[in-house]
């Protein structure tokens, strides 16, 4: 009796794998359920790690294994003292693949790169896995087809030898996804910023659009709008909307970052309202149609100082619509709610802080010179969020218009990475599957339970 009933209650919860940027929909929604209410004391159970390299890419979990990228140094090569400075630094980068129940190593790939880039800390992207492969974007634009078996090379293509484009300043970052039979990806050269290539073969099936300069950093999604699938992306200079068929522009909306600091993946918002969030310029909603985009608000932002922002000014973390209110993570790390018109509801520096932070910053609600780009990723499981933010922890909370409610909160990694110039920070998307989170930092990625 007690074997069928744990039956029962097995099949009764829903698993889930995270085969990419922003999980299973590319959404941010976990929608696994049996997840912990709380943390137990001493946080959750830590099932495994692995050593790893430099790297700002999250995992990716699907089909029981663990996909993660990383950066190796050639010996004798110096890590940037100026963050600014492209100079050469040799070395590879990898890719790894680990069984996701216990850890054990199952393959990796690895292959020569020469960093030209800032922050030259490891590759940006989170790895994609569909259908027994995996597709890996490198910072230098090495995307790269393997097998989820054996990590063999199924094909491989060079962004900047292939399709001549131009290395961005921080390195490619837009997190490449797949539709159908189609891998479309950001980053290419004159006539070929956006691509859509064959995933089986690699081969080009479309390929659209031009920016000068910088391509920018943020990620390619599909969303319905008028009954219409459209590929929206967010380069440089503007939001753009393309049939993900034919790579047709459907239409442009201008939107130039700084910087070409495009980086928050843009958030759907009801049935016909796009909602983008921008480091230096704050926010833009846009309402979208079948065939055409007009602007409903955009923001007055001053600048990305505290006292310069209104609404939200992000630059890693994409924002999170939920109902009538739109969450984020601000220039210096204050957690915003906002309702769909801009106004701010109200901050707090709760969710990028921890017990790193020094006690007489920590003693105040507004945020600190030395917090410039303080962030947490956002998740949303149920009716809460978990909250994974720099230096390492993660956090159960609510977030409602009413303000931030702290449920808990557990450490699961250090901060290493020293390029915030102030402090050390973790800044990876964690994966969440299996009931289980992967995180990593420059030196491990592990695993822990989250199960009831």
């Not at 089909?63 to 990228?69: D, K, P």
């Not at 990796?108 to 020469?114: G, L, N, Q, R």
């Amino acid at each position: 009796m007690r074997t069928i009933l744990c039956v029962l209650v097995a099949s009764s919860l829903h698993a889930d794998d995270w085969p990419q940027w922003l999980g299973p929909q590319r959404d941010s929604v976990w929608r696994e359920t049996g997840i912990v209410d709380t943390f137990p004391a001493g946080g959750p159970k830590k099932l495994w790690s692995q050593p790893t390299a430099l790297g700002y890419a999250g995992p990716a979990v699907a089909q029981g294994r663990v996909v993660i990228t990383d950066r190796v140094q050639a010996r004798g090569a110096k890590q940037q003292k100026d963050l600014f400075n492209k100079a050469e630094i040799d070395g590879s980068e990898r890719v790894f693949c680990l069984d996701a129940a216990t850890g054990d190593p199952l393959w990796v790939h690895k292959y020569a790169c020469v960093y030209q880039i800032s922050y030259a800390a490891g590759p940006r992207c989170t790895p994609v896995i569909d259908d027994g492969r995996v597709f890996t974007l490198g910072a230098m634009g090495d995307l790269v087809c393997l097998s989820l078996q054996d990590g063999s090379v199924l094909w491989s293509k060079n962004f900047v030898k292939d399709f001549g484009a131009k290395v961005p300043v921080w390195g490619f970052a837009c997190h490449p996804m797949i539709d159908g039979d189609k891998l479309i990806c950001v980053g290419g050269g004159k006539d070929q910023l956006i691509l859509a290539l064959d995933k089986k073969t690699g081969a080009t099936l479309w390929a659209s659009q031009t920016v000068e300069g910088d391509v920018g950093y943020g990620p390619p999604v599909i969303l319905d709008f008028g009954g219409r699938r459209q590929l929206i992306a967010w380069h440089a200079q503007a939001v753009i909307s393309l049939d993900p068929e034919t790579g047709t522009r459907i239409w442009s909306v201008p939107f130039a970052s700084k910087a070409a600091l495009t980086v928050p993946t843009p958030r759907k918002v009801g049935d016909d309202r796009l909602f983008l969030t921008s480091f230096y310029h704050g926010g833009l909603m846009l309402k979208v149609g079948k065939d055409a985009a007009q602007i409903v608000w955009k923001s007055k932002a001053k600048g990305e100082r505290p006292s310069a922002t209104l609404d939200l000014s992000s630059i890693m973390a994409t924002p999170f619509v939920d109902g009538e209110m739109i969450y984020g993570v601000d220039s210096y790390g204050e957690l915003r709610g906002l309702t769909l018109d801009g106004h701010r509801k109200w901050m707090t520096m709760k969710a990028t802080r921890g017990s790193l932070t020094p006690e007489a910053i920590a003693a105040k609600d507004e945020p600190a010179d030395g917090e410039r780009w303080s962030n947490a990723f956002l998740v949303k499981n149920g009716e809460r969020y978990f909250l994974f933010n720099e230096q390492g922890d993660l956090i159960i909370a609510k977030l409602s218009p009413k303000g931030y409610e702290e449920v808990s909160r557990a450490h699961l990694i250090d901060p290493l990475n020293t390029l915030a110039r102030t402090r050390k920070v973790v800044w990876m998307h964690p994966a969440f599957a299996d009931r289980k989170v992967f995180v990593r930092n420059d030196e491990e990625i592990a695993a822990y339970d989250l199960a009831k």
